[in-house]
């Protein structure tokens, strides 16, 4: 179980990666010049904000893998978790309906995040 706990930490760092990128793939520097500032300013927030929770997350799965098999909180972290990538696809589903192929497959990827992450609770 904490082997899949550590690829629960790789799969958040990954996540957090990917959205460094952000800036770079979504041409943010470009694109967010016709938003508001306001607007400009929270979306970027936000994404700095995930990278920081992808990170933390990360960082609890490496470093306390028995807790959060064999404690409530550890356990409710992990349910916590699943219940995010659920809640990140059904957004996927309403606000970024598209047929574009790398749509669709992260949103399998999120998926599979959910599943990841209460996988441990279920073995257990």
Not at 8 to 37: E, P, S, V
């Amino acid at each position: 179980m904490e082997k899949i706990i550590f690829i629960c930490g790789i799969y958040n760092i990954g996540f957090a990666i990917f959205h460094t990128g952000f800036w770079k793939i979504f041409h943010w520097n470009q694109d967010l010049k016709k938003l508001r500032f306001e607007n400009k300013a929270i979306i970027q927030i936000l994404n700095i904000q995930i990278i920081y929770f992808f990170l933390f997350t990360a960082i609890i799965c490496f470093a306390f893998p028995d807790e959060l098999l064999n404690t409530a909180i550890g356990k409710w972290f992990l349910v916590g978790n699943s219940i995010f990538w659920i809640l990140r696809t059904i957004n996927q589903f309403i606000f970024l309906r598209s047929k574009h192929f790398m749509v669709h497959v992260l949103t399998i990827i999120f998926i599979l995040g959910s599943f990841l992450f209460v996988f441990p609770l279920i073995l257990n």
